[in-house]
């Protein structure tokens, strides 16, 4: 075997080829273990906002973002953990009224494994490549790591809904939970926001994580519309068209869809619970997305009637569906 003899040759032969493994491995991992993980994460959370709560008894002080960062620098001393932090309106104005933090181990399990092959020098000139040079990029792969948790955050941030604490919580009008990184980058993982109207949106309006509930749509169209993480409860439509809009990760319960057309629309992790479906068309829908980037769950019907539907060029089959009725 030819030892690699510069940094650049063994960023490109060695290191990438050993990211991309590790992070399949641990995103297979995390797939498999993501119920232990969410009753981790959820029960450390519920207890950070109990703790909110128990502060804004004694503070007049509201809560417009619950944001859970990785602290990177806790890798240095081989202790992974997690930040929560409790913000007012201000946020990155401002400093946190409040703070815990959690056990982060169960996302490094790989991590010792994947150093120490990066690390071995079986496989480059120790004297033209520095130990110092390689462990410059572990802070690179740890921040994919982390946006590669995001994706399973995502499917189980809005669970803390559930809690009584959560509805103690003194929220503003404009609530967020976002993951993410300390003092860096944070993604939206959840939201309560004010009810809006589709049909009639303002420019640059906010979208995602809306709430629509108990509403009748009849001849109406959804063109083009940000639906991410849209929660659509005791809703019915009929005659309506979807057509480029982006529903992924949305949830629809005990929803009816009569003659409703499904055009050029992203389905991916959405899921569509006890749910009626007549004469609806779907239509160059996509359902699944290949990134490595990002862990994005399948569509999902559970508990569905689906009568005289039509499928064109929609790959239905790689959806999950449990006790429907098709016809």
């Excluded at 890798?75 to 930040?83: F, I, N, V």
């Excluded at 480029?244 to 057309?261: M, Q, V």
Aim: a negative charge; hydrophobic letters at 40%.
């Amino acid at each position: 075997m030819k030892m690699i003899e510069t940094f650049d040759q063994y960023v490109k032969e060695r290191y990438k080829p050993l990211e991309i493994e590790y992070l399949q491995r641990t995103n297979d991992r995390l797939n498999d273990e993501l119920e232990t993980i969410r009753k981790y994460c959820l029960n450390e959370w519920r207890k950070a906002i109990k703790s909110a709560v128990e502060f804004q008894n004694d503070h007049e002080v509201e809560c417009a973002y619950m944001s859970i960062s990785f602290l990177l620098t806790s890798m240095l001393e081989l202790k992974p953990q997690m930040q929560i932090d409790f913000y007012n309106s201000e946020w990155v104005y401002g400093e946190s009224w409040l703070r815990r933090r959690m056990n982060a181990e169960f996302l490094t399990k790989e991590w010792n494994d994947f150093t120490a092959a990066a690390l071995d020098e079986k496989f480059y000139i120790r004297s033209r490549i520095a130990h110092t040079e390689i462990k410059a990029l572990f802070w690179s792969t740890l921040d994919k790591l982390i946006y590669l948790f995001t994706g399973f955050v995502k499917y189980f941030a809005r669970n803390v809904e559930y809690f009584v604490e959560f509805d103690e919580l003194i929220k503003s009008e404009k609530f967020y939970l976002t993951f993410g990184t300390y003092l860096d980058w944070q993604d939206r993982m959840f939201g309560i926001l004010p009810e809006i109207d589709f049909l009639n949106l303002d420019a640059n309006e906010e979208t995602r994580f809306r709430k629509i509930i108990n509403k009748n749509f009849n001849d109406e169209s959804f063109i083009k519309i940000d639906m991410r993480h849209c929660y659509i409860e005791d809703c019915k439509f009929v005659n309506c068209t979807f057509d480029g809009d982006d529903l992924i990760d949305s949830n629809f319960l005990n929803c009816r869809f009569e003659k409703t057309i499904f055009k050029n629309v992203k389905l991916v992790g959405s899921e569509f619970f006890e749910c009626y479906f007549n004469e609806c068309r779907f239509e160059n829908c996509s359902v699944e997305i290949e990134t490595n980037e990002e862990y994005f769950a399948k569509m999902k019907m559970y508990h569905c009637f689906i009568l005289k539907c039509e499928i064109v060029d929609s790959n239905f089959n790689l959806i999950i569906k449990k006790d429907c009725y098709e016809r």
